[in-house]
């Protein structure tokens, strides 16, 4: 059985802070898929992973012919094409407890500045804390990851 793990972006962006977390997840030998909302936001967060940084992370676009391959895929759909261990869900993506049961982790990445944002993140915490699922809350308002949450 998995965890959910919710973090709460106050410093550091998206484009920033996914990367990371997704170097930690393929470290830990997993398949990640990255859940949006918008396919133009998916897009534009390709453009972003792909002129990367200090490392480079592959991955993929959903729709394409080698979907089941990637080692990251990026996509607005509900199933990841890719066989994943573990969900990055950005943007308010949905998430079930069956995923956070069924998966290694799901990860919750929401924008502490933006109210709607932060109250879609609650609501999915008391959803699938109540469903029974584990759940973690970490945030970097003190300039670094902190857990603050446990249930």
């Known amino acids: 059985m998995g965890a959910a793990y919710f973090y709460h972006l106050t410093r550091q962006p ?7 977390l997704l170097t930690k997840a393929m470290g830990a030998g997993w398949r990640v898929v990255v859940r949006g909302v918008e396919p133009g936001r998916m897009d534009w967060l390709d453009q972003k992973l792909w002129q990367g940084g200090e490392s480079f992370l592959p991955h993929g676009l959903a729709g394409g012919a080698h979907d089941a391959l990637q080692p990251v895929l990026l996509t607005t759909a509900m199933e990841g094409a890719n066989d994943p261990q573990c969900l990055m869900a950005v943007d308010g993506a949905e998430v079930s407890a069956e995923e956070v049961q069924r ?9 502490g500045n933006d109210m709607a944002a932060l ?24 300039g670094s990851w902190e857990k603050k949450a446990e249930r």
């Not at 998206?14 to 990371?20: D, I, S, V």
């Not at 998966?103 to 924008?111: G, P, S, T, W, Y």
């Open 119 to 142: 109250d879609r993140a609650r609501g999915q915490w008391k959803a699938l804390t109540e469903a029974g699922c584990s759940a973690q809350y970490w945030s970097e308002e003190s």
């Open 14 to 20: 998206l484009e920033a802070t996914l990367p990371m």
């Open 103 to 111: 998966l290694e982790r799901v990860c919750v990445l929401f924008d």
